[in-house]
């Protein structure tokens, strides 16, 4: 299974069927392990990806389209940062 971190709240897990947007809870399993709560499930994890910032944008303090702008180009950085591998890395 891959996880991949997209912040210190969500991140996106995968088993061999799926891609699954977790939202992290404030409690831990008896391993001591943070537990995340499933938001939704993929099929293919460029969906995974949109879906994420359509919803980062839907729950953002954005009150016009230009604050929607803003937050829009905001995630989508954010995003990069995660997607994007580092230069000199194979």
Known sequence: MATIQINDQYR???DSRQW????????KNDKGEVIYTPLKFYTSLGTA???AHGYF???SDAEDV???IY???RILY???KVFTPYAGTK
């Open 49 to 51: 990806v949109k879906a």
């Open 57 to 59: 944008l839907r729950v």
């Open 20 to 27: 699954i947007f977790e939202k992290i809870t404030n409690s």
């Open 12 to 14: 996106l897990r995968s």
């Open 71 to 73: 937050e829009s180009n």
């Open 66 to 68: 230009t604050d929607l």
């Open 78 to 80: 954010e995003l990069k």
